[in-house]
């Protein structure tokens, strides 16, 4: 029953890497979105995409890039990864009628570690 | 722009107390708005809405009423049990504009105790 799968749990990159963060809907959505979760400040958006190679930023896109090739695909990366970008990262995928208030699917989360 | 506010955690309650977790916020046009809720290592699921003013959104116990004139979505559960410890989150879209953003608060963590 799984609808939207970020492809790790748990990772842990140096600074100055480039990053790449995965997710997959399974639900033939066109929107796609990726937030970061941090204590305090709720979950931010970053980006997201309405359609394939379209993306749209969104409140924080500063050192976070997108690319979504596939309709199923939207990827996340960070160009040079910095201590600041240690968070949890979330993507999420309404449908494209009627948008969040219809039900939106959350991938479990990536908790990413940057040293 | 719009926003949410939530109640600072967390919030400690023994089992079997009535819950509230409170909720404001600002916009423009007319919001549909959100409760989503975080248990421990997963992602966020969503736990009730509504789309228009006077709407009360309920699930597993949980309610909230949209109420335009407070602009406020406050949760509320009678009895809570261990298991609805978690974060929870209120949320607020913007449809029908659906410019496509879902705009959260801070989050609120709910530990309920035995």
């Known amino acids: 029953d799984v609808k939207v799968t970020q492809s790790s749990r748990y990772l842990v990159k140096r600074t100055g890497e480039k990053v790449f963060l995965e997710c997959v809907q399974d639900?033939?959505?066109?929107?796609m979105f990726w937030y970061r979760q941090d204590p305090g400040l709720g979950l931010r958006l970053i980006y997201f995409?309405?359609?394939?190679?379209?993306?749209e930023k969104g409140d924080i896109p500063e050192g976070y890039s997108v690319s979504r090739e596939k309709k199923e695909r939207f990827s996340l990366i960070l160009e040079s990864a910095s201590t600041n970008q240690t968070s949890m990262y979330l993507c999420?995928?309404?449908?494209?009628?009627?948008?969040?208030?219809?039900?939106?699917?959350f991938g479990q989360g990536t908790r990413l570690t940057v040293v | 722009g719009n926003s949410v506010t939530q109640m600072e955690g967390p919030v400690t309650l023994s089992e079997e107390a009535f819950l509230t977790i409170n909720c404001t916020y600002t916009?423009?046009?007319?919001?549909?708005l959100f409760w989503y809720v975080q248990y421990p290592g997963e992602g966020l699921q969503l736990l009730l809405k509504?789309?228009?003013?006077?709407d009360k959104g309920s699930n597993k116990g949980f309610e909230a009423t949209y109420r335009k004139e407070t602009t406020s979505f406050h949760l509320e559960k009678g009895s809570v049990q261990v298991s609805d410890s978690a974060v929870y989150f209120c949320?607020?879209?913007?449809?029908?504009?659906?410019?496509?953003?879902?705009?959260f608060g801070q989050g609120t963590t709910l530990q309920v105790k035995p």
């Open positions: 999420a995928s309404p449908p494209g009628v009627g948008g969040w208030n219809t039900e939106a699917f």
């Open positions: 509504a789309t228009k003013a006077d």
């Open positions: 639900m033939d959505h066109e929107n």
């Open positions: 995409s309405y359609d394939v190679k379209m993306k």
């Open positions: 916009a423009t046009g007319y919001p549909s």
């Open positions: 949320a607020l879209s913007d449809y029908p504009s659906n410019t496509g953003k879902l705009i």
